[in-house]
């Protein structure tokens, strides 16, 4: 009967470690939800030079996109045991991951070089700061994907519990972090 009960509590409850990221995530939110903020308190203010982002931020948020649901397939194959299939995809979702960044650069250099300078008008530093903090925590989500790919092509292809909570651990920040540039992008794009 006690076994009986303990398994139940932990069916229902959550993994310390998701826990730690939803409450991570959540403080992320809050940090980019002050960034918007101040973002509508200054441009408010006036002095605000209205510019396009370049189209390369449309190109990586459809990479970032992709390389969220290529992450998902591999933690569908992984579970489903396909070894070949969830290697590939968590490869591709890297590789998709780097040139997110890669567009990110050659956007903010496409900035520069229509004279949107990160010190000069508040809207070009504001769109520098938000997309490169966001790139940093990409980053972030690249490191973990770093980690993945060691254990998906250094252990024995075994589907445990802990490497499924690994991967989901990965997979659930960067799903987080793709919905995230989609918000952000969005705000820099269509806010005025």
Known sequence: MQLALEN???????????????????????????????????????NWFEFTLPNLF??????????????????VAFRNKKESSYKILLVTSFILGVLFIVCQYQGWMAMQAAGID????????????????????????????????????????????LRINRLELTSHYWHYVDALWVVLFLFLTYYR
């Not at 310390?16 to 903020?37: C, D, H, T, V």
């Open 8 to 46: 139940k509590r932990r069916r229902n409850s959550i993994h310390p470690m998701k826990l730690a990221l939803w409450m991570s995530l959540a403080s992320i939110s809050m940090m980019f939800a002050g960034l918007l903020s101040a973002y509508i308190v200054r441009q408010a203010a006036g």
């Open 118 to 161: 990160i010190k000069g008008n508040p809207s070009g530093s504001f769109a520098y700061v938000i997309s490169g903090l966001h790139v940093a925590h990409v980053l972030g989500g690249l490191a973990a994907m770093v980690v993945a790919l060691i254990h998906a092509f250094k252990l024995d292809f075994r589907v445990t519990p």
């Open 58 to 75: 449309l190109v990586s948020t459809g990479i970032i996109i992709l390389s969220s649901i290529t992450l998902h397939r591999s933690l």
